[in-house]
């Protein structure tokens, strides 16, 4: 068994997360979390193994067109 021991104040985030502690908001509390620890995976990782199975564009790194280079910078409404 793995344990993980923090020490957090409870605010709105940890209240969304774990709402049993909300008579316990703006206090200063420790949580320990108890698990099982997990096999590591059987597969890992290859570099290059999709190689050869995505294909990208001649432009793939051309400048974006107005519209969508405003939309992803926040200048549109």
């Known amino acids: 068994m793995q344990a993980l021991k923090i ?3 409870v ?3 940890v209240v ?3 709402p049993a502690l909300s008579p316990l908001r703006g206090q200063r509390v420790e949580l320990i979390a ?3 620890a997990q096999p590591p995976s059987a597969v890992a990782p290859v570099a ?3 190689l050869g199975q995505i294909k990208l564009k001649e432009n793939f790194d051309a400048p974006l067109p107005d519209d969508i280079r405003s939309a992803f910078e926040g200048d549109e409404p």
């Open 16 to 18: 969304r997360a774990l």
């Open 48 to 50: 290059g193994g999709l």
């Open 7 to 9: 020490h957090v104040v």
């Open 34 to 36: 108890l698990g099982e």
């Open 11 to 13: 605010d709105d985030s």
